[in-house]
């Protein structure tokens, strides 16, 4: 029993043994295997690839100059609409964004009260019309006829009388001088024509005052003629039009609503041209004047520019800014810009100044630092740089690049100062 378990512990260690006997041939076999195939060892240093790039020549040319600023559109003329009497809506022509002319009908107020008002006052003028006619009539005066007292029949009459009297005591006069006619009968004719006289004075102011008449009654008409004009203009206020063509940007009223002259309706803006203010420095106010050209950008359109004028230059400048107001005129007649768009404005100079240029997309800015790479000898150069303005798809660059000189292009994220390129 002794050797059965002297034995199997004999095996044991063999198997052991043998064991690791297999591990260290299969860790030897594996070193050499490393040591041939390199596959563990340390990799090579490589040196680094170049970075392919396409370059463009910096070219020098004469570039016109301009003021740049920014502002926002807004409507050559806008106003607000509201009624000139009160009344219930019983029509509504536009909408929001509907073109409408000058004089176009927007809202309509309910116009029986207002039609009735004219009726009446139409019945009121005919009635001072008929009085006038009488009043006339009765001093015997036609229409459009300046008055003449003595004209009226009762006043003529007086007058024939009254001049007979007067012929018969003048030639009494002379008969009573040379004896033939007694004092007595002087005394009657004198008398008599005294009675004329005072007659015919009472016709006269009778004719006078019927004439006063008439014209009360002329005043009348006036006022009746008045008050019928201010009834058919109060008829005319039911509809309310447009004060000037142009879009509607906001309608108030519905129909069925009461309104009233205190209250808007709707709000018209003319949209061609717009208006743009800007403000222009100091030193650059000589530069300035009326009918200058100018363009606009805007992010809705990037790819177009708009072209106006100057149209307004204020009088002063702006004691703590120390600019000047301008505003200019966009042509708009196809409705592409907005009132109240954000527009980048530029100002044309008259003289040009020469200047280097890049292809916009050859400037790298991170950070608000600009740069651009020179292309020399086969190595990349950063440059920092200050860009100017832009002309299409070029860019100004103010300092750190010469004209000819080659700048990337392409892969600017993947260079930097020194690394190797290839075009």
């Known amino acids: 029993m002794g050797k059965t378990m002297l034995s199997r512990k004999n095996l044991n260690v063999v198997a052991l043994a043998l064991l690791l006997i297999v591990a260290a041939a299969l860790l030897a076999a594996c070193g050499r295997s490393n040591a041939n195939g390199k596959t563990e060892s340390t990799p090579a240093t490589t040196a680094p690839s170049a970075v392919e790039v396409s370059t463009a020549a910096a070219i020098k040319r004469d570039l016109p100059r301009f003021f740049e600023a920014t502002g926002s559109l807004a409507g050559d003329q806008q106003t607000d609409v509201a009624p ?13 964004g509907s073109p409408v002319k000058r004089g176009q009908m927007l809202v309509r107020l309910d116009d ?20 006038v006619r009488q009043a006339e009539e009765k001093i015997g005066l036609r229409p459009n006829q300046a008055f003449d007292p003595n004209r009226v029949a009762e006043v003529a009459a ?3 009388t009254l001049d007979l ?7 009494a006069e002379k008969l009573i001088e040379s004896g033939d006619v007694s004092r007595s009968f002087y005394d009657d004719a004198r008398a008599r024509r005294d009675q004329l006289r005072e007659q015919y004075e009472v016709q006269l102011a009778q004719a006078r005052q019927n004439f006063a008449g008439v014209a009360v009654a002329r005043t009348n008409v006036a006022n009746a003629e008045s008050a019928l004009a201010l009834a058919r203009k109060n008829l ?15 309608r108030t009223a519905d129909l069925g609503e009461y309104v009233s002259p205190q209250q808007k309706v709707a709000t018209v803006v003319r949209t061609n041209p717009l208006r743009i203010r800007i403000d222009i420095p100091e030193q650059a106010i000589q530069e300035v004047q009326v009918g ?23 009088p002063n400048v702006s004691a703590t800014s120390r600019t000047l107001t301008v505003e200019a005129e966009i042509e708009n007649s196809g409705g592409a810009l907005k009132p109240g768009q954000f527009a980048t404005v530029r100002i044309l100079q008259p003289r040009s100044e020469p ?17 651009v790479f020179v292309i020399k000898d086969g190595h990349a150069e950063q440059r920092l740089v200050q860009t100017g303005q832009t002309e299409g798809d070029l860019i100004e660059i103010k300092n750190g690049v010469a004209a000819d000189e080659q700048v990337a292009t392409s892969n600017l994220e993947m260079l930097s100062d020194g690394v190797t390129v290839k075009q």
């Open 158 to 160: 007086a007058k024939v």
């Open 236 to 250: 005319s206020y039911a509809n309310i039009p447009s004060p000037i063509d142009g879009f509607v940007t906001e």
């Open 355 to 371: 200047a280097v240029l890049v292809p916009a997309r050859s400037v790298l800015t991170q950070a608000g630092v600009a740069r």
């Open 165 to 171: 009297a007067e012929k018969n005591l003048t030639r």
């Open 112 to 131: 029986a009260e207002l039609k009735l008002r004219v009726d009446q006052s139409v019945a009121q003028l005919e009635q001072a019309k008929a009085a």
């Open 84 to 96: 000139q009497t009160a009344g219930k809506v019983v029509a509504v022509g536009v909408d929001i």
């Open 292 to 314: 200058q050209s100018v363009s606009i950008t805007t992010s809705a359109w990037p790819d177009r520019n708009f072209s106006g004028r100057i149209a307004r230059i204020a």
